[in-house]
């Protein structure tokens, strides 16, 4: 999200094993060879750059401030019309910066901008840039074909940008109207590192001028940050009826609805008390998505990250060991749609009929056929994740990603970690996965409540 505090999850430590042999590669111009959507021809970085410079212009210098229409500052995010989000869309697509400078809040690494008519910003890298001045490049496999399926987004705080925009589409998808606009562009290192004196600042600035894809948001005021508290917690987990708590019904609503949110695009980040639990108008927003698809597609392989609908860690067992209780109250106009929009082949077991199941819509198709009108598409390429992988599953397939292999961080001697993208389809076919996870334990639930008990 843009504006006010942002709690970001920390980058884990890497170490970097430089390999021999390196092809003469021009930094600035290949990051890999992603898959496009639906597992088309690969494109190298140049060409998704030059797909993004033509379809929105790079931001490479300071224009004079002019008049707009457009509010500088975005002041009710529910309230937008689609209509509003379009016009936002193509005020950040189309107009020059008049200013940039630096944003101390958060982990992650971002920058404040101001857009012609005054418009503020904040501007999160897609891409962390070392990446787009190193020599590194990695293969995109399907993560369905790989022999372990185990993976974790890599350098999360320096590249929160391309998931941002994600997680945007997905929620357009679902169409709560809970999360801000958002566009990605490309911004020149000249631009964006500006009157950065860090070292990384001026090794950037000192190198020769380079395009860095990026997550552009509007800066969004009339926050408040809140943490649900215990008494939340017992009316979601059907340890109190909702109207013996004296508690918001819309209130509750929206906490399930995040939740929910949360565990469709694989976002841990809200489980620590970091800020990023947000309201406007007594509404919760789906604020601040920068970590989400944290570990790939379709989540942890075990099912663990049904976890998420346990809420924070203020509502769990103070032994992190102990099994945390989920969440069985759930806000019906959610559930109806994510049914909606799941396929009946995925569905299982169904006792509540509520809700009309599109046989062509679902929510990974919905949410990926949006993905071509934004400049970084197909958005999901860009995400660097580790694979671990037990010696005997290596190689992965090429020279290059053999070379490409790091020894996990605490150096066990058995387990290795290799660096790959993942096809953007399969975030896709994830999503519609997840969905299916979650109306399987909605349907536990009503088993167990009753319907109108669990949906309200």
Same mark, same amino acid.
């Given at each position: 999200?843009?504006?006010?505090?942002?709690?970001e999850g920390k980058d884990e430590e890497e170490r970097e094993e430089e390999g021999e042999g390196e092809e003469d590669v021009d930094p600035r111009l290949v990051l890999?060879?992603? $898959?496009? #959507?639906?597992?088309?021809?690969?494109?190298?970085?140049?060409?998704?750059?030059?797909?993004? #410079?033509?379809?929105?212009?790079?931001?490479?210098?300071?224009?004079?401030?002019?008049? =707009?229409?457009?509010?500088?500052?975005?002041?009710?995010?529910?309230?937008? /019309?689609?209509?509003?989000?379009?016009?936002?869309?193509?005020?950040?697509?189309?107009?020059?910066?008049? /200013?940039?400078?630096?944003?101390?809040?958060?982990?992650?690494?971002?920058?404040?901008?101001?857009?012609?008519?005054?418009?503020?910003?904040?501007?999160?890298?897609?891409?962390?840039?070392?990446?787009?001045?190193?020599?590194?490049?990695?293969?995109?496999?399907?993560?369905?074909?790989?022999?372990?399926?185990?993976?974790?987004?890599?350098?999360?705080?320096?590249?929160?940008?391309?998931?941002?925009?994600?997680?945007?589409?997905?929620?357009?998808?679902?169409?709560?109207?809970?999360?801000?606009?958002?566009?990605?562009? $490309?911004?020149?290192? @000249?631009?964006?590192?500006?009157?950065?004196?860090?070292?990384?600042?001026?090794?950037?600035?000192?190198?020769?001028?380079?395009?860095?894809?990026?997550?552009?948001?509007?800066?969004?005021?009339?926050?408040?940050?809140?943490?649900?508290?215990?008494?939340?917690?017992?009316?979601?987990?059907? @340890?109190?009826?909702?109207?013996?708590?004296?508690?918001?019904?819309?209130?509750?609503?929206?906490?399930?609805?995040?939740?929910?949110? =949360?565990?469709?695009?694989?976002?841990?980040?809200? #489980?620590?008390?970091?800020?990023?639990?947000?309201?406007?108008?007594?509404?919760?927003?789906?604020?601040?998505?920068?970590?989400?698809?944290?570990?790939?597609?379709?989540?942890?392989?075990?099912?663990?990250?049904?976890?998420?609908?346990?809420?924070?860690?203020?509502?769990?067992?103070e032994d992190e060991e102990a099994e945390c209780t989920r969440i069985c109250r759930f806000s019906r106009r959610m559930i109806d749609r994510i049914r909606e929009l799941?396929p009946e082949s995925e569905a299982g077991r169904r006792p509540v009929g509520e809700g009309h199941r599109s046989k062509n819509k679902t929510l990974g198709s919905e949410?990926?056929?949006?993905?071509?009108?934004?400049?970084?598409?197909?958005?999901?390429?860009?995400?660097?994740?580790?694979?671990?992988? =037990?010696?005997?599953?290596?190689?992965?397939?090429?020279?290059?990603?053999?070379?490409?292999?790091?020894?996990?961080?605490?150096?066990?001697?058995?387990?290795?970690?290799?660096?790959?993208?993942?096809?953007?389809?399969?975030?896709?076919?994830?999503?519609?996965?997840?969905?299916?996870?979650?109306?399987?334990?909605?349907?536990?639930?009503?088993?167990?409540?009753?319907?109108?008990?669990? #949906?309200?």
């Open positions: 999200g843009g504006g006010e505090d942002e709690g890999d060879a992603p $898959a496009v #959507l639906g597992g088309a021809t690969p494109r190298t970085f140049q060409e998704q750059q030059l797909a993004a #410079l033509s379809m929105a212009p790079a931001l490479r210098s300071l224009k004079e401030p002019g008049l =707009d229409k457009i509010p500088p500052r975005l002041g009710d995010v529910v309230s937008l /019309s689609p209509r509003d989000h379009a016009e936002y869309r193509a005020a950040m697509l189309r107009r020059d910066l008049v /200013s940039i400078e630096s944003l101390e809040k958060g982990l992650s690494l971002k920058k404040k901008g101001v857009f012609e008519g005054g418009l503020e910003v904040v501007l999160k890298p897609a891409v962390d840039p070392k990446y787009l001045i190193g020599k590194e490049s990695w293969e995109t496999y399907s993560y369905y074909d790989l022999a372990n399926p185990s993976v974790t987004r890599k350098g999360r705080s320096a590249a929160q940008g391309i998931m941002e925009v994600a997680a945007y589409y997905a929620e357009r998808a679902l169409g709560f109207n809970r999360k801000p606009p958002v566009v990605g562009r $490309a911004i020149s290192s @000249k631009l964006f590192f500006r009157g950065d004196d860090t070292p990384e600042g001026k090794e950037v600035l000192a190198m020769d001028e380079f395009f860095m894809p990026m997550a552009i948001v509007p800066w969004v005021t009339r926050l408040e940050t809140f943490l649900p508290e215990q008494p939340e917690a017992e009316v979601l987990t059907m @340890k109190e009826t909702i109207a013996n708590s004296h508690l918001d019904i819309n209130y509750l609503r929206g906490l399930a609805e995040i939740l929910v949110f =949360d565990f469709l695009v694989d976002d841990h980040d809200r #489980l620590r008390p970091n800020g990023n639990w947000k309201r406007q108008n007594r509404q919760v927003l789906f604020w601040d998505s920068g970590i989400s698809f944290d570990h790939g597609p379709r989540g942890k392989e075990d099912g663990s990250c049904l976890d998420l609908l346990c809420g924070p860690k203020n509502w769990r067992p799941t949410t990926c056929a949006q993905l071509p009108s934004d400049p970084l598409w197909p958005v999901f390429d860009y995400a660097i994740y580790y694979q671990r992988l =037990d010696p005997e599953d290596m190689p992965l397939g090429s020279y290059r990603a053999q070379r490409s292999v790091h020894a996990a961080a605490e150096e066990d001697e058995t387990h290795h970690r290799s660096l790959i993208h993942v096809i953007a389809a399969d975030f896709c076919r994830g999503l519609d996965e997840k969905a299916a996870m979650l109306l399987r334990h909605v349907d536990d639930c009503v088993l167990r409540y009753g319907e109108s008990e669990v #949906l309200f």
